[in-house]
């Protein structure tokens, strides 16, 4: 079993629909997670970030953990074509040092 | 404003051809990392350097080795490719001096084939 589980899609929804995207883990040493956003033929960048439980909101974007039931999600507001991409959860825990464990990724399209 | 540069773009290779791929970031960063990215895997850390002149393996060393040339230069390179190394591979870089410490930041990657 993978440390950490996500679902690959593929994801296909309309424009401005609400999108979420999750994944679950086993390491209960993670504190620290993150969402990446990855475009074709680019490398991942940095969208959210969060430390132990609880919700943090940017813009569009909610990233929630809930560190007891070992689960992580993301949401996107008003959807838009522009954030058709693949959706990378990572995290680490302790002193690991810049060792992140990734989720498979989720390809999502969001289409006019 | 460059941040990680990665070269080549693409690459392919025969079976048992050796090659270095190169990474080189403008950040100031402490740490640098080589992950390497397959279908349905997710990003897999080959090797990383925590700090000038030290290097560690990661979850995928087998067939790599590494060198970090100065604080901006981390190299990866294959002695003897083989078909099980094509993937698309990444540099990413980070900053321990800071309190996040964990956010890296990702180089646009290689491409590579091995025939």
């Known amino acids: 079993q993978k440390e950490v589980e996500q679902d690959p899609g593929p994801l296909s929804v309309p424009e401005g629909a609400i999108v979420s995207l999750n994944c679950t883990y086993s390491?209960?040493?993670?504190?620290?997670f993150m969402w990446y956003r990855q475009y074709s033929r680019k490398g991942p960048e940095l969208l959210m970030y969060?430390?132990?439980?609880g919700n943090k909101e940017d813009g569009r974007f909610t990233a929630q953990v809930d560190k007891s039931s070992k689960y992580i999600s993301l949401f996107i507001r008003d959807s838009q074509p522009s954030d058709s991409a693949t959706y990378l959860c990572?995290?680490?825990?302790?002193?690991?040092?810049?060792?992140?464990?990734f989720g498979q990724g989720t390809i999502l399209t969001v289409h006019p | 404003n460059a941040g990680v540069t990665q070269t080549p773009k693409f690459q392919v290779l025969k079976t048992g051809q050796s090659m270095t791929l190169q990474c080189a970031q403008d950040?100031?960063?402490?740490?640098m990392y080589w992950y390497r990215q397959d279908p349905g895997m997710g990003l897999r850390l080959i090797y990383y350097?925590?700090?000038?002149?030290?290097?560690d393996k990661g979850e995928v060393p087998n067939g790599y080795n590494v060198s970090r040339l100065n604080k901006r230069e981390f190299s990866l390179r294959l002695e003897s490719a083989a078909p099980s190394q094509t993937s698309v591979y990444f540099c990413?870089?980070?900053?321990?001096?800071?309190?996040?410490?964990?956010?890296?930041?990702f180089g646009s990657g290689t491409q590579l084939s091995v025939l």
């Open positions: 390491n209960s040493a993670f504190q620290y």
């Open positions: 969060t430390y132990s439980s």
């Open positions: 990413a870089s980070s900053d321990h001096n800071r309190a996040a410490n964990e956010k890296l930041f």
């Open positions: 950040m100031n960063h402490n740490s």
């Open positions: 350097s925590a700090s000038e002149g030290t290097t």
């Open positions: 990572a995290m680490i825990g302790g002193t690991s040092y810049g060792k992140l464990t």
